[in-house]
């Protein structure tokens, strides 16, 4: 799921993330959510996602989410460079 949680190798490295928008969680229980204190998070819907990297912004993307992945119209802006379009599957498919 686009890095959301992977971890580096290299110890000085610390990358964390911002998401604000809809989420869809598969583990949690409305009958009892102490069930499991860590569910795991999909963004879904709308919203905007921003990735850094000791500090400074290494990726963002505001557009649609479809169960975790970069799907429908968005915008990314990744190492300087700017995709703006439809997504599928988390890769850019092309500007309309």
Known sequence: ???L??????E??????????SVISSDY???CPEDYPFHSLC????????YFSNG???EYYEGEFDGGQYSGQG????????F???????????SE
């Open 43 to 50: 963004p879904h819907g709308e919203g905007k996602i921003t």
């Open 29 to 31: 229980n409305l009958d």
């Open 75 to 82: 915008k990314l802006t990744r190492n300087g460079e700017v």
């Open 12 to 21: 000085d490295v610390i990358t964390t993330h911002h998401y604000e928008g």
């Open 56 to 58: 400074e912004v290494v």
């Open 5 to 10: 949680f992977e971890s580096s190798s290299e």
């Open 84 to 94: 703006e379009g439809m997504f599928k599957e988390n890769k850019f498919v092309g």
């Open 1 to 3: 799921m686009f890095g």
